[in-house]
């Protein structure tokens, strides 16, 4: 189950970072929400990093961030995820606090799984959103990037 979690992630980590390439590449004509949806992504994966670490975090979900900071908090995201996959067992409970304060708990698999899950969601959006602005999505689907 590591190495599959693993790969998700790589695979996960692939996806962003085009995505994030495409809109550098696109420059000013990027639509705002799209850029709304990515920062969304990324902090969302920091935060439950953080959960996991048992770490307080402060970082907004939904509070846009720069273009330029996307691609650090990508790796960074990506690094700690793969190091929580190596360092701990994956039927370990997570006790945690959601945005709302409301406190929940979940296996380390399902809070990793989600994460991915997660992402794919809001890169389907973001997909959708290009289309709407009459601008070409990347194509970040996942049986391509394992051909």
């Known amino acids: 189950?590591?190495?599959?979690?693993?790969?998700?992630?790589?695979?996960?980590?692939?996806?962003?970072?085009?995505?994030?390439?495409?809109?550098?590449?696109?420059?000013?004509?990027v639509p705002h929400r799209s850029l709304d949806l990515m920062s969304h992504i990324l902090a969302s994966h920091d935060t439950w990093n953080t959960r996991v670490l048992e770490y307080e975090t402060y970082q907004p979900i939904w509070e846009s961030m720069p273009l330029d900071r996307f691609s650090p908090v990508q790796?960074?995201?990506?690094?700690t995820s793969i190091k929580i996959i190596e360092?701990?067992?994956?039927?370990?409970?997570?006790?945690?606090k959601n945005s709302q304060g409301n406190e929940y708990g979940?296996?380390?698999?399902?809070?990793?799984?989600?994460?991915?899950?997660?992402?794919?969601?809001?890169?389907?959006?973001?997909?959708?959103?290009?289309k709407r602005?009459?601008?070409?999505?990347?194509?970040?689907?996942?049986?391509?990037y394992k051909r």
């Not at 590591?2 to 994030?20: G, P, S, V």
């Not at 602005?133 to 391509?144: D, F």
Request: one cysteine or more; a negative charge; charged letters at 20%.
């Open 106 to 130: 979940n296996t380390l698999a399902d809070i990793l799984f989600h994460i991915v899950n997660h992402s794919s969601y809001h890169r389907g959006q973001i997909a959708a959103d290009f």
């Open 75 to 79: 790796w960074n995201n990506y690094d």
């Open 87 to 96: 360092a701990n067992e994956l039927d370990q409970r997570v006790a945690y």
């Open 1 to 29: 189950m590591k190495t599959f979690l693993k790969n998700l992630f790589e695979y996960d980590h692939y996806a962003n970072a085009k995505i994030i390439r495409h809109m550098v590449e696109q420059g000013e004509t």
């Open 133 to 144: 602005n009459n601008l070409a999505p990347a194509s970040v689907e996942y049986i391509c």
